[in-house]
């Protein structure tokens, strides 16, 4: 069984901080994808980046950057010099060649001005 | 390209209705999801389909039914509505089997309220 933890259900910063959200995740394939999705006030969600199990290079995207860590199962995604428009639910997820995704619980991130 | 399209956005029933939501993708996708996210919590996937006339049960399919009769279209039944489905509900669809390629485009969801 696949299991993804995000242990933060919450958390809250002042714009410009730096802030990390983790996902620990739990699975018995050698071969899987992992994930964030964002979901803003407006429900939707956005995909924002997949990275897959032979691939432990870090990304960094603007101001994005994620951290993939197999000795530790963990896939942490850092936002740097946060805005107010980060605020918003993130979600973890990973699915195997199966093609189901398995989400965690998500982190509430509040940016305050 | 709308992406994928549900309807309606909001909903509210009454115990023991019955109700459809409907779900549409012009992206020529061959897999379409649905998923519940229940407050505070993370999306759990109630049933899934890889092409016209294939659905499958995900984990937690019990009270739903879906049918695929087009690529485009995958309706999501709900035949005698009780309290403990009041969620928000997703669709998604994804282009390809090799989940390198398996970025799930979701819909803008429909919030479902059953009193």
């Known amino acids: 069984a696949q299991k993804v933890t995000q242990a933060q259900t919450e958390i809250s910063v002042v714009e410009k901080e730096d802030v990390t959200l983790d996902c620990v995740y739990e699975?018995?394939?050698?071969?899987?994808?992992l994930f964030w999705y964002k979901q803003p006030p407006s429900g939707e969600l956005v995909f924002l980046i997949r990275?897959?199990?032979?691939?432990?290079q870090n990304e960094i995207s603007g101001r994005y950057s994620w951290n993939f860590q197999k000795s530790t199962s963990s896939f942490n995604f850092t936002i740097t010099a946060s805005q107010v428009v980060d605020s918003a639910v993130y979600f973890c997820?990973?699915?195997?060649?199966?093609?189901?995704?398995?989400f965690g619980g998500g982190t509430r991130l509040m940016v305050k001005p | 390209n709308a992406g994928v399209t549900q309807t309606p956005k909001f909903r509210i029933l009454k115990i023991g209705q019955s109700m459809t939501l409907q779900c549409a993708q012009d992206?020529?996708?061959?897999?379409m999801y649905w998923y519940r996210q229940d407050p505070g919590m993370g999306l759990k996937l109630i049933y899934y389909?890889?092409?016209?006339?294939?659905?499958d049960k995900g984990e937690v399919p019990n009270g739903y039914n879906v049918s695929r009769s087009t690529t485009e279209d995958f309706p999501l039944r709900l035949e005698l509505a009780a309290p403990s489905q009041t969620s928000v509900y997703f669709c998604?669809?994804?282009?390809?089997?090799?989940?390198?390629?398996?970025?799930?485009?979701f819909g803008p969801g429909t919030r479902l309220t059953v009193l």
């Open positions: 389909s890889v092409g016209a006339g294939i659905t």
């Open positions: 699975t018995r394939d050698t071969t899987y994808y």
């Open positions: 990275r897959n199990s032979f691939d432990e």
């Open positions: 998604a669809s994804s282009q390809q089997l090799d989940p390198s390629y398996n970025e799930q485009f």
């Open positions: 992206m020529n996708h061959n897999y």
């Open positions: 997820a990973l699915t195997n060649a199966g093609n189901m995704l398995t």
